[in-house]
């Protein structure tokens, strides 16, 4: 077991180190080329539509690797009635985007964009659930690696072309598109059934358990997009697009991290006692301790990564490093609420926790409109703030969950 734990994290962190290069790569030249106020509207729309879209898709991905982990009898259904799920209520979160988007003060195209990728998105997870439920991460991690790579070239082409940001967003839904086709193709044929007259019992089945996911993993969304959505609510032009830079680089070096702790939900869903929970969790814990080294090395060389940043985005975002290594120390507070979400998600605490995360949220706008008030510094120490408070709340949550486990 512990071998292959080693191998999967060896792959998954080459795909996560491929993502961390080609994300940062496109926003550089997407800031660059577009300026800060059109990168804040983009990264802004992007993180209202992940909200959306995690409601929206119900964490089927997750459900269906659960499942399929422990060999639900009906594993050959799950993969077109998570389709089927996705689909319909991506349709419904369509009727509702233009009043979230006004109120909100979004741009409505984009938004709606950026929904159908991260659709398409999860139904690649879905069927990527199929190996990753047998513990083989390396296919899942082979192919959003080629898809990655070919996105960032195709990228890189319609942006030097001199097209408009919308047309890297379409280029960006197509890819994922026909890398679902992919995902879904790359399982044997005799492990999937279509359509059977049990359909409707596993449709009722895979609703009832995402009802339960998504909670965690909406309020996991919440933790990665909230400030974003929040800055944009409270600022606006190159600003905007300054400060969200700097938090979508906080968000990449976690992400990054956050792949290594995703691996064990498989493994941890097994989970028969508290002894096994404690061994995984000891794991995990110092992945925790070791995300210290990160804001402390960035502090260290913040002269060189101004010096850094300038020459790759201009001067409109010479406040990039500042805000960055500031905002860098919130690393360990999101791997802590990352790990409670884990664990809360893997052994049905899920209520408990998400109604504390959403609690939370509520906190952080407060928060933000308090700072705002004050001006000083106010957006990073929003940020900061708001990690800090939704730590300790799903820390207290987790510990009052297993206490009773």
């Not at 690797?65 to 993969?79: D, G, H, V």
């Not at 995402?210 to 600003?239: H, N, P, Q, R």
């Not at 300054?242 to 792949?259: C, D, K, N, P």
């Amino acid at each position: 077991m512990i071998k292959n734990w080693k191998r999967n994290t060896v792959y998954i962190s080459i795909m996560q180190l491929t993502l961390l290069l080609v994300n940062f790569f496109l926003i550089t030249i997407i800031s660059r080329e577009y300026g800060a106020e059109t990168y804040g509207e983009y990264a802004s729309s992007k993180s209202l539509s992940v909200l959306i879209g995690t409601a929206t898709v119900m964490s089927l991905a997750l459900v269906s690797t659960k499942y399929l982990a422990q060999k639900n009898e009906n594993s050959k259904l799950l993969f077109s009635n998570s389709y089927y799920i996705i689909i319909r209520n991506f349709l419904i979160a369509l009727l509702i985007l233009f009043p979230v988007t006004f109120i909100f003060q979004r741009d409505v195209s984009m938004t709606a964009l950026f929904l159908i990728g991260f659709t398409f998105n999860e139904m690649i997870h879905v069927a990527l659930a199929y190996f990753q439920a047998k513990g083989d991460f390396v296919t899942s991690s082979k192919q959003i690696l080629i898809r990655t790579i070919i996105y960032g070239l195709g990228a890189w082409i319609i942006i030097f072309q001199g097209f408009s940001i919308i047309a890297v967003i379409v280029f960006q839904v197509f890819m994922l598109v026909a890398f679902f086709l992919v995902a879904h193709l790359s399982i044997p044929k005799n492990d999937v059934v279509i359509q059977t007259e049990l359909s409707k019992p596993v449709r009722d089945d895979l609703q009832k358990s995402g009802k339960k996911m998504v909670l965690t993993t909406f309020s996991s969304a919440l933790i990665s997009e909230l400030d974003i959505v929040l800055l944009g609510i409270f600022y606006s032009g190159s600003l905007l697009g300054v400060l969200a830079w700097s938090r979508r680089i906080l968000e990449i070096v976690f992400q990054l991290l956050a792949a290594s702790l995703d691996i064990l939900f498989p493994e941890l869903s097994k989970a028969k006692d508290k002894s096994e929970v404690t061994l995984i969790r000891t794991r995990l814990t110092k992945v925790f301790y070791a995300s210290f080294s990160i804001p402390i090395i960035y502090f260290i060389f913040k002269d060189i990564g101004n010096s850094i940043f300038t020459n790759l985005l201009g001067d409109e975002f010479d406040m990039v490093s500042e805000y960055t290594y500031q905002i860098l120390f919130c690393i360990p507070l999101m791997v802590w609420s990352r790990i409670n979400i884990i664990f809360s998600r893997a052994l049905n605490f899920e209520i408990n926790l998400s109604k504390t995360i959403i609690l939370g949220a509520a906190f952080s706008y407060i928060i933000y409109l308090v700072m705002h008030s004050i001006g000083n510094n106010p957006a990073v120490l929003s940020i900061i703030l708001s990690q800090i408070v939704i730590a300790l709340l799903t820390t207290f949550s987790y510990r009052r969950s297993y206490e009773k486990f």
